[in-house]
């Protein structure tokens, strides 16, 4: 059962009662993925403003999941499903009313100017009330930097406000994003919408990713997407770390789990139980990164994916934090990940990051709303998201990929010993009106570490249920 006994205790039939009565949040078990689950658990509502360049990569993607599909009486949307293969049904506004949907998804590609937004306003309208429980709505767009004309930069600009009113809007535990795809990144599409479209996104809402062009994706095996990589997680004893550990193997990876000495029997029992390996060091010292660097490329032959999870707090108010509250907080949690990340990515011939390889970094909504009493924090994980920024073009060069995951309000051991009224109000500072789950950063993570996800970098995405902090 969920440490959220307010949560459990509404969906009972008396507390139903009571939510209604008294105007109560009204928080939806969230459906999270389990091996064999299809992707889209529904019908998929494929629509697109006319002119749109992604109709045929969403019909070949839904086609590859096996999803049951419907498209609007629209000759070119209809003419993309029935090349991909994908037998769609057809949607009319008049046929709303009686069908579910486990997915909307439109492409807005083809707004180039304002006045085309009302594209939105007539697919969504009729649909969205018709979203099922724990359903999905992604839009799908241009990145507004890669717009060709100034009128086109503003209509796309303004899929972002829409997409994260909507999920404001929507029911039932059902979330929304918005996934800008730079022209000549078509077919980097499916990993992000396999992601978005699945139950793995359970805690993922109003977001905004970017998809640009890379090189050609692999083929994989969708069940095991990381068969045969070697995964480093730092911090991977306990809590986020460990579940972060288990999804990774549970992709296929060799995890590499990475801990301070005085964890070292928690470090082992997480990593022994998936068949991984064990490091212990503390990531501070002068040396760390080198030994962590040299014992990857000697036990492992490099690294493919990395994930910085480490991380510490230190909470006083900025009047009355130490220096050392500072500095720890600062080196553990930003200086050590750059450092770490120098070491393994040094000199092209002799990098321990593999070509083609994945790190993922930890941020948290605090660098990107602040947070009282955690000025050394914030300005750590705001460096994370920083961090990212600048490496992205630098990976990108040896085909590798940099993003990071902010959580918000996840259920941990750290978060069950907050005051009581706190920890309430960041369950319910949300849209979806409750806290996330470890499992639903490491989701998240397994996303970007895919090798499908070669067109996902520079990314810092939030799993925080649309936290209404830093919105």
């Not at 096996?66 to 949307?77: C, K, M, V």
Request: aromatic letters at 4%.
């Amino acid at each position: 059962m969920s440490a959220d006994r307010y949560t459990n205790l509404i969906n009972t039939p008396i507390g139903r009662i009571i939510q209604k009565q008294v105007g109560l949040p009204a928080p939806v078990p969230l459906k999270r993925f389990s091996p064999g689950d299809p992707v889209v658990d529904g019908r998929v509502l494929l629509g697109g403003a006319p002119g749109g360049r992604l109709a045929s990569a969403l019909a070949k993607t839904v086609a590859e999941i096996g999803a049951e599909a419907s498209t609007p009486l629209r000759e070119d949307l209809r003419a993309a499903a029935a090349e991909a293969g994908l037998d769609a049904g057809p949607w009319t506004p008049a046929a709303a009313e009686t069908q579910r949907y486990g997915a909307l998804v439109f492409d807005a590609t083809g707004i180039t100017e304002p006045g085309q937004l009302d594209e939105l306003h007539a697919f969504f309208k009729p649909t969205v009330r018709r979203v099922q429980r724990c359903g999905r709505l992604v839009v799908l767009g241009t990145s507004p930097a890669q717009a060709r004309t100034p009128a086109e930069q503003i209509a796309q600009r303004a899929l972002e406000g829409f997409t994260r009113a909507a999920a404001k809007e929507l029911k039932a535990g059902a979330t929304a994003q918005l996934v800008y795809v730079a022209p000549g990144a078509e077919d980097q599409l499916a990993s992000t919408l396999r992601f978005l479209l699945s139950s793995k996104s359970a805690y993922v809402d109003g977001q905004v990713i970017h998809v640009g062009p890379a090189g050609a994706v692999p083929a994989l095996d969708w069940e095991q997407p990381l068969a045969g990589k070697v995964a480093l997680v730092t911090g991977a004893s306990r809590g986020i770390g460990a579940a972060i550990a288990a999804t990774l193997a549970r992709d296929g990876a060799h995890v590499v789990g990475l801990d301070v000495p005085a964890l070292e029997s928690d470090l082992n029992a997480v990593v022994g139980a998936l068949g991984g390996s064990s490091l212990t060091a503390d990531i501070t010292a002068d040396d760390a990164p080198d030994q962590i660097a040299a014992s990857l490329k000697r036990e492992h032959g490099g690294v493919d994916v990395v994930v910085h999870n480490a991380g510490i707090t230190r909470d006083k108010t900025l009047g009355r934090m130490d220096e050392e509250r500072w500095n720890s907080v600062i080196q553990v949690n930003l200086a050590a990940v750059q450092r770490i990340t120098d070491a393994l990515i040094a000199g092209r011939r002799r990098a321990v990051l593999n070509e083609g390889g994945r790190i993922v970094c930890v941020a948290s909504i605090a660098g990107i709303a602040g947070n009282f009493g955690q000025t050394n924090y914030a300005t750590s994980k705001a460096g994370v998201i920083g961090l990212v920024d600048a490496y992205a073009p630098l990976l990108a060069q040896r085909g590798a990929t940099i993003n990071a995951v902010a959580p918000g309000f996840i259920e941990t051991q750290m978060t069950a010993k907050i005051p009581f009224a706190t920890r309430e109000a960041g369950r319910r500072m949300n849209s979806l009106s409750q806290g996330g789950l470890p499992v639903d950063v490491a989701e998240a993570i397994a996303y970007f570490a895919s090798p499908a996800s070669t067109g996902v970098t520079g990314n810092t995405v939030r799993v925080c249920g649309q936290s209404l902090l830093g919105a």
